[in-house]
């Protein structure tokens, strides 16, 4: 059958979306025909995102806390596929001309250990530390046993950034890319790049589960992911968790022996988290246009070509401080991005080619992404919607190249509140414990 190859791989579909043929031709090769729901304490759920369905004053009941990815009625039937496919061996793997810090190379050996336990794991390590580096040992080791890995992160941006790096270092190996906003359709790869969301779409598919930026939204807190999470791995499969700031839940299991750990303190080069430096606003951020105090700041960076990074708590102000920077600054090249612009991707593109001095962004990319040699600002850092672990991922796109390890990083406010001062704190204390 034509392609037939390309459904494969533990992958769940509505019975509806094939023919008679094709039906049988699946079930002959492996593939599980199930009901679409499933009862349990008299409640009903979904049997491709595992949440209760919830009913409806309709005739014909459906669960809607998946249907973006189609539609799935309680008297349908879904079928998944087999995961047992083969892959080619190969002469050589991992062709990475990087070398690993002895505490990447002593978290490598915890990892591998994981690994040849079946044991779910951990890394805990500060922003820039060098994880995906970490990684690659993991992967090369799933590779040799002809294994199946997928890497995972919340957001479309961290997938994207990961897709060359893994693609460079793995060259003989099939990596697809796969998002919701990718025009390239699903295919069968070893290596398996892909937004949390995609998981979904899975069940016991893969050996080895990656989750970059576990704490990220909107994973944190999204029940629905986490089952896609859970229902992913291969029953002897591993989950490894990456994360500079690990939600609480993890920790917990790992106090109860559910995940094993590995810390890291310091940063793949050597140097110290940058530190804030926390200003005080008198007046209101948009006061005389631009706050006289923040206008000094722009000015010197504007002089000196330094490129910038700006982070705003809500899109509005952010456009609105835009139209007065383009009005003060008419020479000035940036961008803005955010959650709802389309056009996200092309313009963080442009930034990191420097094509543009400065990009004006919310908290969508207070993670998951590397400038080299830029000044990070928050502005409003007291707002509601910046955390302790937002202010601590903003902070950590400051400092990640060897030779910018002293980029400055800027929180300006009016109030000087607790999530402000627990970020300063945590970052001074990593810095501190890397220096032990």
Request: proline letters at 5%; one cysteine or more; hydrophobic letters at 40%.
């Amino acid at each position: 059958m034509e392609k037939i190859n390309e459904l494969y791989g533990g992958r769940i579909f509505n019975v509806k979306d094939f023919t008679p043929s094709q039906l049988n031709y699946l079930i002959k090769n492996g593939s599980r025909l199930l009901e679409a729901t499933v009862k349990k304490n008299n409640k009903l759920f979904c049997r491709r995102c595992l949440m209760e369905i919830t009913k409806l004053p309709i005739p014909y009941q459906y669960c809607r806390n998946c249907i973006n990815l189609g539609k799935i009625s309680v008297n349908n039937q879904l079928i998944i596929t087999p995961t047992d496919i083969k892959y080619p061996t190969q002469d050589q793997y991992l062709q990475w001309q990087g070398q690993l810090t002895t505490n990447q190379a002593n978290g490598v050996r915890e990892l591998l250990m994981a690994f040849k336990k079946h044991q779910d794991h951990l890394i805990w390590a500060v922003t820039g530390a060098g994880k995906t580096e970490m990684i690659f040992p993991l992967i090369e080791a799933a590779l040799e046993d002809h294994q199946r890995v997928a890497i995972c992160s919340p957001r479309v941006d961290v997938c994207i950034e990961l897709f060359p790096r893994i693609q460079d270092v793995f060259p003989n190996t099939t990596v697809g890319l796969f998002h919701g906003k990718s025009e390239e359709s699903y295919h069968q790869t070893q290596i398996v790049l892909a937004t949390v969301h995609q998981l979904i779409r899975f069940e016991k598919a893969f050996d080895v589960l990656i989750i970059d930026e576990v704490d990220s939204y909107p994973l944190a807190g999204n029940e629905m992911l986490h089952k896609a999470i859970k229902k992913a791995p291969k029953t002897k499969g591993m989950t490894v968790y990456l994360s500079a700031t690990p939600p609480q839940e993890l920790l917990t299991a790992v106090k109860k022996g559910e995940l094993t750990l590995t810390k890291l303190y310091q940063r793949f080069h050597g140097h110290p988290l940058p530190e804030p430096q926390c200003h005080l606003l008198f007046k209101n951020l948009n006061f005389f246009g631009i706050n006289p105090r923040l206008r000094l700041k722009i000015n010197q960076m504007i002089r000196h070509k330094q490129r910038f990074m700006l982070f705003f708590p809500q899109i509005p102000t952010m456009k609105s401080f835009a139209k007065q920077l383009t009005k003060l600054y008419p020479t000035l090249t940036f961008v803005d991005v955010s959650s709802k612009d389309e056009q996200r991707l092309a313009k963080v593109q442009r930034f990191r080619e420097k094509k543009v001095q400065a990009i004006l962004t919310t908290t969508i990319l207070e993670r998951g992404v590397t400038f080299k040699k830029i000044t990070v600002i928050v502005l409003n850092a007291d707002a509601v919607e910046f955390s302790k672990t937002s202010l601590i991922q903003i902070a950590g796109r400051a400092g990640r190249g060897k030779d910018s390890f002293d980029d400055e990083v800027h929180f300006y406010y009016q109030y000087y509140n607790r999530q402000i001062k627990q970020a300063c704190a945590e970052i001074h204390e990593l810095n501190r414990q890397a220096r032990k």
